[in-house]
């Protein structure tokens, strides 16, 4: 049974930076995609970045491009996010998902992490 | 990107009632589309993948499928349990994009 457990919650102040990781268990960790998806309090689903581990490139959405640094450490099955020069509006919860079919970007979102609200507030 | 527009935003229904939400893509994602259901204080859950299969485990009042760019989830007769926010996302290019959200209410 595959789970992914996330870091616990963060407060930053606006201009810091977060890191949040995202550890899997269950499955091969490097042939999937890993992605990250946060949602405001209030709002729908939004889709950051993911990369699938066994490639290396992350791929991140343009609204986040210059500020979210995708990485994954194979050794530990753990995905991080980071993003920095943090605002208000970057206060979220923030989820990563594995998608369900290998080696494929063509692949949707089966499991989930149970989310992280990181609060940014001066 | 390719942009996803979902509508309706909300709606409130009765159990009982046939619900149609509906996806429309910006451009072609070859059927490329998932559906999911979240609740509050929940993470998502996958309902639906390419389009039109059903994910294990969800029940068969549930149903989705697709013309052209235009996608829709319809679930027959609408539940007590049924009532969630509903997200669509294309997975047709690594740059993936979820619909804007439909919260199905009680009427």
């Known amino acids: 049974q595959v789970q992914l457990v996330q870091s616990g919650p963060e407060v930053k102040k606006p201009g810091e930076s977060v890191k949040v990781s995202c550890q899997a268990s269950?499955?091969?960790?490097?042939?999937?995609?890993f992605s990250w998806v946060r949602q405001v309090p209030g709002q729908g689903l939004e889709w950051l970045g993911g990369?699938?581990?066994?490639?290396?490139?992350?791929n991140v959405a343009q609204s986040f491009q210059g500020r979210l640094t995708i990485t994954a450490d194979q050794s530990t099955s753990t995905f991080y996010m980071e993003l920095t020069s943090l605002r208000s509006d970057d206060s979220a919860i923030y989820f990563c998902?594995?998608?369900?079919?290998?080696?494929?970007?063509?692949?949707?979102?089966?499991?989930w992490g149970q989310g992280t609200q990181v609060t940014v507030s001066s | 990107d390719i942009q996803m527009t979902q509508s309706p935003s909300a709606l409130s229904a009765s159990v009982g009632d046939r619900v149609t939400i509906t996806c429309r893509a910006s451009?072609?994602?070859?059927?490329?589309l998932a559906w999911y259901q979240q609740k509050p204080g929940e993470r998502p859950k996958l309902l639906m993948y390419?389009?039109?299969r059903l994910s294990n485990g969800v029940p068969s009042r549930f149903s989705g499928s697709e013309s052209g760019t235009e996608f829709t989830l319809t679930i027959s007769s609408l539940q007590p349990d049924d009532f969630a926010t509903y997200y669509c996302?294309?997975?047709?290019?690594?740059?993936?994009?979820f619909g804007q959200g439909t919260k199905v209410e009680i009427k």
């Open positions: 998902a594995r998608a369900s079919v290998p080696t494929t970007v063509n692949t949707f979102l089966r499991f």
């Open positions: 269950g499955g091969t960790f490097k042939t999937f995609s």
């Open positions: 990369m699938i581990p066994l490639f290396g490139t992350p």
């Open positions: 996302q294309q997975y047709n290019s690594y740059l993936w994009t």
């Open positions: 390419d389009a039109s």
């Open positions: 451009q072609n994602i070859n059927s490329w």
